[in-house]
């Protein structure tokens, strides 16, 4: 079913890998709503994922670009107001990625090359698609950004490691260019705190199994899937919220202002 | 323009009094989209308003009700499931008075009677509705709750007096009420916090024009209008918010994440 | 061990009950750090509790008072200024009282005579104490006005009903009437918000000890006891805290700010 | 006047540079209060500071360190632990630069290089000073680490350009270091973010005078000065406040949760 609730409206979207991938459910949703949009991703992520088969379901191109790249980011965009025949009204940032998570370092044991890494692919990578953006004026009045981060931004959860550090950083920089977005361009800039999600990359979390069944009972409405996340993405990419901006929005089914449910101390009591 | 995003949707709209009420620009708004409801406003603010106009114009009917009296709101739920041919799918909750406003007392002057009649209209209420709803079952699932509320609940803004406690007490019911209104019956329940917005009833507080002036100046995108605040609260009330619950959500222009605004600052300093 | 922090210094702690009570531990910890006060606590719970035996062991006087009747507590702070030689210097108000949890209402379903009788002994009685406080002039500047709260005012804990929603309404107390007690008399006003303490009060609470083990499972640092929040309190009472106003402190072995520890997740999953 | 908080404690203090300088007025307080520790900065910094002149008036010695050179940590903390003949219980991190305030580069025209620079002084180096701390077991049980902070870190104040999102990144880092800090050593991490303080550093801020009078006036106590810094940093150190880990601390007079003053609409309305 569609609202044509982007009809006309022309973007850019990083991320998606394949079926599981939260960037790849919002593609989908953003073409039944009439948008039209630019896929891209790293290179490498490209040669791994099936974001040609997406492309063909959305009717849209792709063009790869290195985030951390500014070199690749101009060529992005440059190439995507071309090829989709104007400005741009929404972007999603659905970057992130840490190598000593990959290379399993414990974050009391970080090598700092992997910190310094994962931090400009997951974090600074969002300056730079924003600085880009600014510097050609290559969004239209009241357009919509929106990054994709994790709660663990504002609160411990020990496996994340250091992406928890990289995703407090994407969630100011939100709000630091957002300030500016907003005054000079007429832009909102705001970021989905997502439940945990089973996507591919997600499962390189340790313990990720026991951790999405620990957040289902914790959040009186269970856990927000990637559908759920491509809807909400939806709206605000929608004239629905042109006012919002600066926000970490919570699509978490409740969990990020539950204290505990009746049903986490009932496991944990062994009921 | 209308998405057909409310289409079939069923609920009942509190606190409309006149063009400038927020809940009356959401009315036609819900119309505009295809939902049915039934209006609701206390007796008294019934005979001020011109409320019979917006049953016209969005084709629904009145019942008064005082909701702080649960007999009233049992009779209003009853009757408007009767009306409407089944059970809810939304119910915005647009309610708040305070006496010590009115009669002129300081904050630190408060007279308690009127602090209590304030709270138990402004925030009792909001708990009220949703024991009759929850008690009778009469929201379907996934439906949504919103109540209106204002940043004073959490900053310091003088002359909001005991609203901004009040306006707490509302949220934190939004929180308590929402974990068992979402494990028992899958419904979401979250407080929009908006900009402040001149209606008729906001007009009643000391300084009001050169507070939306400031905050004017202090938000990126500028204040949020009551129109802005229908466009969220559709949203809100849509299938592309499933998930969201327990929130409380900011359609402020950016307001809530300003330390400070260069344009404040000028201003500030006489530039 | 004695630090001599609050020589000199003159107060008014409310809510000492027996040796489980907050206020009974900060009352000993100011008594050995040199303040002077007086106790204050419902004619009811006075009976109940064992507060003559602390007046012995801290050379202090009771004087009753309900904390929601003006007239009390207006009697209270003139006897207490002229008892202890002056105005004062610090104020703990431990008061809380739920009768919806007493008579084992649930949440969703309040008598709202219980709610009201509530919010008025556990949050309204905190304005009132700042009320008198204020038009009587009887606090020093760089006082330090301390209230005791509980996360449940932010975060769900559905066990602890409508005090959840009494203790948002305290924290925004604090807020609102901090700002007029800071400007105009240079008085602080915070509340501390506890870990779960098994205190005679807590312990009416359902399912309150199997919470105790979750929290101290989920706290890096186990939780606060009611003595570790005694020294906190003296801390905010003394002169290291001057600035510090209108602030929620977090007493609780960093629970507020966990997501999930490893711990409560190797309980969860049964290892 | 001494209280003989800290007496028999040790500990590092980062980041003294002149008699403006937080951490100068804190090594002068931990003095006072019977703290010993070693002073040091990046070997830049001494050359321009008259730390020696700190050294002197505290009996403590000076060990240059490049906070982001794990070698330079390292030597550090072995030699400290040495000088001071036994593990360290508290440390101060006070340090922070940003390349593109210095350079004059606007938020939306970086340099990424310099991003990159400024992150790792301001906030990389908080992590490597704990991750040295930690893998030496350096520090006592209830020990106590504290970072200073700037609340941009959680809201919008243009100037402060990409310290911003370091400090927001620091706030994280005291977070997800805390609680392994916490479970593994019983040690407390947290953070104090202190109103604008007029130190050498500061001044680099555009704009920071009349900012510094916009606090003032929204601040209810006012600015929190050095030296109120200084004196929260002592209440955190001590034992006082051993189960409070994982904050972020407001020193500010009450800013941070300041909507709108009287005093500010008073100057904006040209009053």
């Known amino acids: 079913m569609s609202y044509n609730l982007l ?12 079926e599981h991938s939260i960037a790849w459910q919002t593609a989908l949703k953003v073409h039944e709503e009439g948008g039209n949009f630019v896929l891209s991703n790293a290179p490498i992520a ?6 040609k088969e997406l492309a063909t379901l959305t009717n849209s191109e792709i063009i790869a670009a290195d985030a951390t790249s500014l070199e690749d980011l101009e060529n992005l965009v440059d190439k995507a ?6 400005k741009l009204d929404f972007v999603l940032h659905s970057i992130g990625m840490s190598v000593n998570v990959r ?35 290559a969004m239209n009045e009241w357009g919509s950004i929106v990054a994709l981060t994790y709660m663990a931004s504002q609160r411990v959860f020990p496996d994340y490691n250091d992406m928890a550090d990289n995703k407090a950083y994407l969630e100011s920089i939100a709000r630091s260019f957002g300030y500016f977005f907003g005054k000079d361009k007429k832009v909102r800039v705001n970021t989905i705190s997502q ?3 089973p996507t591919t990359a997600g499962q390189g979390v340790k313990g990720f199994d026991g951790f999405i069944a620990y957040a289902e009972k914790m959040s009186p409405l269970g856990n927000a899937t990637a559908i759920d996340c491509a809807n909400y993405t939806i709206a605000m990419f929608s004239d629905l919220t042109k006012r919002v901006t600066l926000q970490n929005l919570y699509n978490d089914g409740g969990f990020s202002n539950m204290g505990v449910s009746n049903e986490v101390m ?3 009591m062994g009921e």
Request: proline share 2%.
């Open 46 to 51: 490209m040669r791994m994922g099936q974001i």
């Open 266 to 268: 009932d496991t944990f």
């Open 103 to 137: 290379k399993g370092n414990h974050y009391t044991n970080q090598n700092y090359n992997f910190t310094h890494k994962g931090w400009d692919v997951s974090a600074g990578s969002f300056h730079k698609v924003m600085q880009v953006l600014y510097k050609k004026d």
């Open 7 to 18: 009809k006309g409206k022309r973007g850019i979207i990083f991320g998606a890998l394949d």
């Open 195 to 197: 439940s945990p999600t």
């Open 81 to 86: 107001t071309e090829i989709l025949g104007g």
